[in-house]
């Protein structure tokens, strides 16, 4: 490879890493997590840690076991339908990554 052509590469790797960075940045400003106390988390989430973050994951719930409003109600237990792209469960981040649920909230675990 020529030195040009390290340079190119070098250069779009520093303008992706600061891009990145700048993103996470601004991510961090605008996203404000309230805190639960670890004992009123659903069975859903066993046995959380304080501090941990715990999301609300929407389009994973099943009939009738969602957590709380969506679609013009308030309670949890109302979905009428199995994975509705409105209604939402608590799970861990890493349960939500891996399947076609979107993060539509987040709460720190506090001890309680």
């Known amino acids: ?20 960075s700048a993103a996470n940045a ?22 959380p840690v304080p501090g941990e973050i715990i999301v609300k994951c ?13 679609n013009g109600h308030t309670c949890g237990g109302k979905a009428k339908v199995d994975f509705d792209k409105n209604e939402w469960v608590y799970v861990r981040k890493d349960v939500c990554d891996v399947t076609p649920g979107k993060i539509v909230g987040k709460k720190r675990v506090i001890k309680g």
């Open 1 to 20: 490879m020529s030195k040009k052509s390290n340079l190119n590469k070098s250069l779009l790797i520093t303008a992706a890493l600061l891009g990145l």
């Open 26 to 47: 601004s991510d961090s400003k605008k996203t404000v997590i309230k805190e639960k106390k670890a004992s009123s988390f659903p069975k859903s989430v066993s046995r």
């Open 58 to 70: 929407a389009g994973i719930a099943k009939k009738g076991q969602n957590h709380c409003g969506a």
